[in-house]
Structures are given as C-alpha cells and as structure tokens.
C-alpha cells in the first residue's frame, strides 16, 4: 500500500515520499518496506537509526526522520489500524461440507458449518452451529464440537471427546489419547510384566477455551479429564488423565500437569512449570517458569517458583546463599585470627 | 443408564431414585448424571456433599447419602465394571484398505489389517496381520509395522522405520525424522559455514511399546535409533539420534533423551527430565522429574534428582541449607558477642 | 549385503566367513548380521565381545576378532561409507502434482516442484522452484516457500507465512499458529473477561533454516515472528510471537523462547532451556541446557547455566555449598570447644 493511502485510511499527513508499504514492525526490527511508529521522544535514536520506509510520528514530533513521516494523533493507535490492513486476510471458511471430506452419514451437521478438504468425522458426532473444521482434521466416533468453534488443519480428537462453544484449537492438538497407565510387577515366576490399564474416560473442554498448536490432553481413565471455560493453554503442553482445570486460568508452553491433579479458577502456570499428579493447585495460584510442584498448593502463597517449588522470598533467600556463605567464612576467618592460640 | 438397570448389571441393589446415569467420577468431581463410589467410612464427608447421582457403597455402609445409592459387595471393583459401561464404545476397525487410502501395489498387507481413509503407505511397506492403521496416517518406504500394532490417526513414520508386534502409537508420534547433527566451523576466509551431517540410519521400535501422543524419535545418524521391548512413552517426550532403551522402561511426558545415550532395562524417566547425549543410564534407575543428568548413572545411585541430578539424600541436604545457613550465623554472632572486644 | 561384495566395495580384504550384511552399528550395540569398525586396539575388549556378524579393523589390527574381519586403511571412514550402502535408499519425490493434492489453481508452483498426496495448498500460494512438498502438508492462503526448500509429511504453514530457500520442515512443523495473547482484567461489575488479542502478523524464516519435528513457530501480534538464516532448530521447540533470532544459531529439543526476544548471530540454546519474552540474547552466547534465563545477556558471559541462569563459575560455585557449610560448621564447633565456658 502507499503511504499517501494509508495516511488518508489513518487519518494521517504524509510527509516526505510516496513509499510502498508491506508491513509493520518496531523501530529496531523494521526493514525496508516497513511501517514503524514512536511517540515518546525519548526513543528519538531508535527514529534516527531505523529501517522502516515511514514512521507514524505524533502532531509536535520536530526530530525529523530518515524516511517518510505519516503524522498521526495517536501513532500506536495508528499503528495497531495499520497492522490490521496488512495483516493477511483472514481465510473465509464458507458453509458447506468440501467434496473430499470423509464425514460418516450419521453425524450432525449444525446450521452453516464448515467442513474444510480431507478431514473424517466418524459416526454419531456431531458439530455445532457455525463451527470452522480446516482441512485433515480426525473427529473420532460420538465427540461433539461446541457452536462457533474454530478446529485448525490436522487436530485429533478421539472417540468421545466433548469441546464446548466459541473454542479454539490449534494445529497439531490432540485430544483423547490415552493416558500413561500400566500395572508392573512380578510374576510368580520373577519374570516382569507391564500391563495397559485400560484408559475408558473421555476428555471434555468448556466453553472458550483455547488450545496452542501441538498440545496434547489425555482422556481421563475413569470419568473425564475437564478443562474448564475460558481457560488459555498454550503450544505444546501437556495435560494428563483425569486432570481437572476448572477455568479461567492459562498454561503457558511446555508446562505439564500429571494425573489427577486439579488446577483452580484464575491460576496462571508458566513456561515449563511441572506439576505433579494428584495434588490441588488453589484458585489464583501463579506457578512460576521451569518452577516443579510436588505438593498441593492451598492459596496462602499467591506465587511459588523453583523446584520443588517456594515462595519468591524463600526462592530470593536460596539465590543469596553464596555471598551469605562467603561472609560467613570472612568473618570465621576474621574471628579466628582475634583468638588466643591453642 | 438407569440407575436400576446399572444395579442390575453391577450385582447390586438400588435404594432411592432410579436416575439416568452417564458417567462415572470421583466424589469430589462428580456432577449430576454421574455415579461414584466410596468404600471407606472415613469419607463420609466427602459423600454427603458430592454432587453425583449416585454412589456405590458398601452393603455395612449406614451414614446414607445425598443420592442414590447402589448397594454392591466391593464399590471399587462395581465402579470399574461401571465405567467400562460408561465408556465411549472402541471403535470397529474391521479389516480392509479404506477406498481413499493411497497404498502403493508393492506394500505387503497381513491379513485382517485396516487402513484407514486417507493414508498413504508407501513403496515397498510391510503391514503385519491384523494391524490396524487409523486415518490420516503417513508410512513411508521400506517401513515395517508388526503384526496387531495399532497406529492412531496422524503418525508419521518416514523411510525405513520399523516398529515390532503389538505396539500403540497415539497420534502425531513422529518416528524417524533426522537427528540434529551439524558440522560447523569457519572456512579460511573466516567465513561461517554449517553443514548437514547427513542421518542414514532408522528407528526400530520392539515389541509391545506404547508411545504416546506427539512424541518424536529421531533416525540414527548410522546404525538405529533403538526402543526396546515393552518401553512405555508418554506424551512430547524427545528421544534423539542413535539413543538406544534397552527394554521395559518408562519415559514420561516431556522428557527427553539426547543422542547416542543408553538407558538400562526397567528405568523410569519422570516428566520433563532431561538426559545429556553419549552416557548410560545402568538398569533400573530412576531419573525424578524435572531432573538433569549430565553424566552416566552407573546404578549405585538408584534414584536421582535435582539439575545436575544427585541422590535424594544430597538433594534433601541442599534444600536444607538455608535453615543451616541461618544457624551458622546466628550461632557466630553469639559466639562473637562472648568474645572479649578487640 | 555379502560381506565379499561390501569389501570390494570399501577396498578392503575379507578374513573369515562371507556373512550377509544388512546394517552399521558401534561395537556395543551392534547384533548379528551387522558391520562395526574399530580402529584403535584400546577397544580390544570390545572387538572381543561385540555380536556384530563383521568388522572394519586397520592393516595393523593383529589381536583377531570373533567375527569375520574386513581390513581398510581407515575403519572410520569405511564405516561411514557403508552406513551409506546400507541406509535406506532415499524416497525419489519426482516434480508433479499427485491427483489427490489440492492446489488451488490460483497457486504459483515453480518448476519441479514435487506436491504429494492428500497435501492442501490454499489459494495465492507460491512454491518455488524444485520445492519438495510431502503428503498431507496444509500450506494456508498467501504462503511463500521458497526454492529447493523441503517440506515433510504433516506439516501446516498457516496462511502467510514465508518460508526461505533450501529450508528443512520436519513431519509435525506448525508455523503461524496464533500468538499467547490476551488482556484480562474485570469489568465494572466485578466479573472476570479474558479477550483473545488479534493476532495479525506473520511467521518468516530465512534460508537454509532447518525445523524439527514438531516444533511450533507462532505468528506475531504485529509484524513478523523471525528465524534468520541457517538457524537449525531440533523436535519439539516452542518459539513466541514476535521472537527474532538472527541467524546461524542451533535451538535444541524442548528448548522454548518467549515473545518478543531477540536471539543473535551464532548462539546455542541447548535442550529444555527456557528464555523470557521482550530480552536479549547477545551474539555468540550459549545458553545450558534446562537453564532459565530471566533476563537480557549483553555478552559478557559467553556461556550460561541454571536457574536463573548464571555463569558457568558461579553456577559451579552454588553446586559446593553443601560441602563448604559442613566446612563453616565443623570449624565453628572446634572453635567452640577451645573458648573459655560462659
């Protein structure tokens, strides 16, 4: 776009070239062809040094630029409308069920649902009304997608997987794989066996929940794994058997929470956080990155960090050992030195 | 299920209403519709105030409850044989190539095998009888599959893997991609080069091994990439080049093994652990969660824990230091102040 | 492969039985049927023990073997030449469309380009010359993948995103899923919203950028979410939106990088290291593996280990506490006994 149009769609004045325009982009990373955008003066080296074709500059700006100037009131405003008509069109997913889709004859098809190219949908699902299936998605026997939902090319949901409404779910999720059960032990003989508990629960999402690319939730091996509405989980986590997330809560990526365990309303679990199996995470807990939770946490510590996991004060306090311990010695030393000899 | 139709079914005996009923679940999560159970007295807290329409309890059970209750002679073993009642149904895979998969003429089929819509098995495949590959499937050339191993929608294998008898493969597991392998250096020019060492081996896969949902096993560089017998996989764990598990062990989710590492018979990587390339990890040792091996693990220590991994014993000492630490100084300050001043 | 027929081959000379010959493997791991080397006479014992069917010695190897023997100049260099006769051939992926593709016909394909069965290619794509795109890949709307650049199984690009020249895209590769984003807070009314945040940019890797198996590359919020050239990133690796890594730098498995930060030239992030959002990498800077890095490294330590992640000296340091506190104690307690009683 050239920024003569897109000074006038801003409601804007340009100043310097007419430049084409492909993208936005900060000061620092912007290139050739890109929008960029500042409104502090404090930044005026980044302005000066930037690669950016044209830079949304405020009204009293007087710094100059080294590239055209689209002055604007409100340059991150601005900046925000003008990524909205570079951003690449979003796909329209049109009604309608693709010639090449495999969808068993006794599934329910709710009003303007759309059903993208080579996805299955196996017998007794059904899809609610308004809801986006891309293409190469497996819908496996008796699950049942929620209205308005949006599932993106290649999910897996097997047999008896439940979403709910206004869900999202990102490319590579899977739903409903077994859960990690076996029996060991010995056999009379001594000779070892691993038996397959056999995993006969379902897994069922609430309404508006989100779920990032590659993540996987395991059916429940009795009754249901549950993750509740609104809650936000990121790129590859990972969710066991018969957990319970009752809602409004986010799990950042590459965290994990093993069987049975059950996460509050609000609770925040970040990148990498681990947390065992069977335990209660209290409504509202943060969890910290990389941080590992062997035991419940009942709310009296609103956010924990490390492994196994402790407060910010406890966490600060182990940080400090080092230097606490080197005065320690100084001051041994300093002492001894003070003594009579023995 | 009516209530009265499950008491039937379940050798027991219903008191109060004869609800429909279709799901099982603990009493803490259970909801209307549900049926859970008790066996113990002391949980009687827990039964009045479930939700769940129904509860098995035992025949001496006198503390009633605030539902249905369905008397039978061992609650837990009822709600098991329950909850195969309840239990999405396991979908027929009836032997037979499904009209849209795309198997090359020279694949050889077992007898009784299912392929799924929209698999594409490649030139020169092996299925073993009564395999049962699921939808969406990609099996590239040469690989071999065992007999009765069920594959579910969405793997990946590339050319030349081989995966034994009886094996589970949940969806989106990846087998046989390259392992990460570089030459980098500077040329005489002081130029930066990094190349590709190229991965001419496989992944063989024994008998009996589970490998859960999204998970990834590398090609070896020469030679295989080898899971042994009964080795049970969880979900997005990482197991790169030439790693060879010797049999009957357990990775659980997110862990991961880099290159060339041997892990013994019968070990146990808990979740999120992480073992460096080119070490040994003895016979039946278990690595905790979150842990970090750097070096082999010659089977004296037979568990570990912590980054890098030590005994539970050096691991306990560790987090004990800043109560030890705060002994010491306040012990030297009271020594300090019985010191005649200098 | 014969053993004869294998020494002819690698100008070697055959002493023993003319075995068939079917893989490579290292002393240890190799089985019956196999081919290892040994060039250095430390590793007799080794040679004496191994299953293999056959083995690579030097000229001067004079302490025999328990398997036929083929003598070469160099067994390393052998090995690796016959890891070459025994790999599995390599798939020829032949330049056309296979009849189960769809490919919108407003796409641009390049000359030679190989699409696979069941892969969608949405409209306003562009493959560039000799592209390889395997089976069952989803490629969105307005994508670019460039020249010589290949594409396994499984793989979804989602709509606009740019793929360099000469890239690797391994089975299970998700680029362009939404960014982690959302603003939560609470209305007037006390309840709770938690809205998703558009995320409009775009995911652009650069050339000769290799991807692991399914590793997840999220698209900015604004702008572009950027890999620079000859990145090489392994399985299972979650970068944010809006990251930007320079160029020439290895990610390793489960490593993850938070949105917003900026990775330089020739750094290493090793396995299941977690790196913050809006930080700073330095060029050249290593990153250990699980180590958590909180905050921006300017350089001046080249290395990093731990959490939070320190230098390598002070990372060693914190591991001898226990030992120096029992040190601080013992001597506080022999000094004890040699003050006068108070």
Tied chains: 1, 2, 3.
Excluded at 328 to 342: G, I, N, R, Y
Aim: proline share 7%.
């Amino acid at each position: 776009m050239r920024a003569s149009e897109l000074a006038k769609r801003l409601d804007g004045t340009l100043e310097g070239d007419d430049v084409e325009l492909v993208a936005c982009g900060g000061l620092e990373e912007a290139r050739p062809g890109d929008l960029s955008f500042c409104k502090d003066p404090k930044h005026v080296k980044l302005v000066e040094t930037t690669k950016a074709s044209a830079v949304l500059l405020p009204p009293d700006w007087d710094r100059g630029a080294p590239c055209a100037i689209i002055r604007v009131t409100d340059p991150n405003h601005a900046c925000m409308a003008a990524a909205k008509l570079f951003a690449p069109p979003e796909p329209v997913r049109a009604p309608g069920v693709h010639p090449t889709a495999i969808v068993d004859p006794s599934v329910r098809l709710g009003a303007g649902v759309h059903i993208g190219p080579l996805t299955v949908i196996e017998k007794g699902a059904e899809i609610g009304e308004g809801a986006v299936i891309e293409a190469q998605v497996f819908i496996g026997e008796g699950c049942r997608v929620g209205e308005a939902t949006h599932i993106y090319p290649q999910v897996t949901l097997r047999e008896g997987t439940v979403v709910g409404k206004d869900c999202i779910l990102h490319c590579g999720v899977r739903l409903g794989g077994d859960g990690y059960g076996f029996n060991n032990g010995r056999r009379p003989d001594g000779s070892v066996f691993i038996e397959k508990i056999p995993q006969l629960g379902i897994v069922e999402i609430g309404d508006g929940v989100e779920i990032g690319s590659n993540t996987t939730i395991d059916r429940a091996r009795i009754g249901r794994t549950y993750i509740g509405p609104m809650t936000k989980i990121d790129n590859l986590v990972q969710i066991g058997h018969n957990v319970k997330v009752k809602g409004y809560s986010g799990l950042i990526a590459q965290s994990g929470v093993a069987g049975s365990t059950e996460i509050g309303y609000g609770c925040l679990i970040w990148a990498q956080a681990g947390i065992s199996g069977h335990i209660r995470i209290a409504d509202g807990v943060q969890v910290g990155p990389q941080a590992g939770v062997p035991q419940t946490l009942d709310g009296s510590v609103k956010y924990v960090i490390g492994a196994p996991a402790e407060s910010m004060r406890d966490f600060g306090a182990r940080l400090l050992l080092p230097k606490q311990v080197a005065k320690l010695k100084a001051e041994l030393k300093d002492m001894k030195s003070h003594l009579p000899p023995h």
